[in-house]
């Protein structure tokens, strides 16, 4: 059970390149999120999804954008990058949000940190 | 806007000692509270949670307290260990339509010292 696994750990990408930083899950959660960490800075939810084929903004969308085929995986496509853009992406995944008097906890990956020049 | 806040970038505690972490909110509407630790290069992992209809919630060496008038939360850690060295990052959910959402706090640093 290896939990979120992301791929790749490290990328420098140059100004205006495009990337997509892979996410995939083995819970069988049905929701995934995109969190992006600034220096000094907490987590900022980017993008998430309550199943296949479902997909919402989060806070800070903006130069991002997600599909969500299959339960499992959930990339994260970065079109035309910028400098600031330049952060650790982490993804999560939950089975779902809010039990009777719950909440559950999500779980996340180990990052992908990435630097645009 | 903050809604999240830890104010102390970072702590450093003896070993054996308690920490005392602090957590500050904004938002009436959270009612759901959660304590996330993080190794560096390595994701955050949840650590403890709290409902806003408790004041008070245990496990093991990790107590987090819960004060609603003060909008005021805090993680104790008793006694301190040197492999609790991490950031601890503090989070807070609002019942409804956005309960996805996790809004996170800035982050603590904290170093005990064996």
């Known amino acids: 059970n290896a939990g979120v696994t992301q791929t790749p750990k490290f990328r420098i990408l140059k100004i205006g390149q495009s990337m997509t930083l892979q996410c995939t899950q083995d819970?069988?959660?049905?929701?995934m999120y995109w969190y992006r960490q600034d220096p000094g800075m907490g987590l900022k939810l980017i993008y998430y999804s309550v199943g296949a084929g479902i997909t919402d903004k989060g806070e800070v969308p903006n130069g991002y954008n997600v599909s969500r085929s299959t339960t499992e995986d959930f990339p994260l496509r970065l079109e035309l990058a910028a400098p600031s853009q330049t952060s650790v992406y982490f993804c999560?995944?939950?089975?779902?949000?809010?039990?009777?008097?719950?909440?559950?906890?999500?779980?996340f990956g180990p990052g992908t940190r990435l630097t645009v020049l | 806007d903050q809604q999240v806040k830890q104010n102390s970038p970072s702590l450093s505690v003896q070993e054996g000692r308690i920490s005392i972490l602090n957590c500050d909110y904004t938002n009436s509407m959270f009612d759901y509270f959660l304590w996330y630790k993080k190794y560096p290069a390595e994701g955050p992992t949840f650590l403890i949670s709290?409902?806003?209809?408790?004041d008070k919630n245990e496990d093991g060496r990790f107590t987090v307290f819960l004060n609603k008038s003060a909008k005021h939360l805090s993680l104790h850690i008793v006694p301190s260990q040197p492999g609790d060295s991490a950031v601890y990052f503090c989070?807070?959910?609002?019942?409804?339509?956005?309960?996805?959402?996790?809004?996170f706090g800035k982050g603590t640093k904290l170093s005990v010292i064996p």
């Open positions: 819970m069988n959660h049905n929701y």
């Open positions: 989070a807070a959910s609002a019942d409804g339509a956005g309960s996805y959402q996790l809004t």
């Open positions: 999560a995944s939950s089975y779902s949000v809010r039990l009777a008097g719950g909440y559950n906890e999500q779980f």
């Open positions: 709290i409902s806003s209809i408790k």
